[in-house]
Nanobody, 115 residues
């Protein structure tokens, strides 16, 4: 079993920054890949960013150049640095991890960007 706990969400003005954290139970070395997804009201959950154990990253088109995903195995934590935030980034952000052909999700953290 894998437990994921997100933190770092909140309210920020457009143009501001936030850093989300996702801490896993146990070593994240076994989790591959890990990623961030988001879901806005009335919309489907969408990929924000994903990172492999080897550090390869991939981003959704809407966040490329503004968001950066990273992982720290020593802290069992994955991060999402979000810069130049826009009102359309408002959503619940979910941490995702894959282990032994199963997908695990955190409870989500709300990010609200005011205009």
């Amino acid at each position: 079993q894998v437990q994921l706990v997100e933190s770092g969400g909140g309210l920020v003005q457009a143009g501001g920054s936030l850093r989300l954290s996702c801490t896993a139970s146990g070593s994240i070395f076994r989790l591959n890949p890990m990623g961030w997804y988001r879901q806005a009201p009335g919309k489907q959950r969408e990929l924000v960013a994903v990172i492999t154990r080897g550090g390869t990253t991939n981003y959704g088109d809407s966040v490329k150049g503004r968001f950066t995903i990273s992982r720290d195995s020593d802290k069992n934590t994955m991060y999402l640095q979000m810069n130049s935030l826009k009102p359309e980034d408002t959503a619940v952000y979910y941490c995702n991890a894959n282990y032994q052909f199963s997908a695990y999700w955190g409870q989500g953290t709300q990010v609200t960007v005011s205009s």
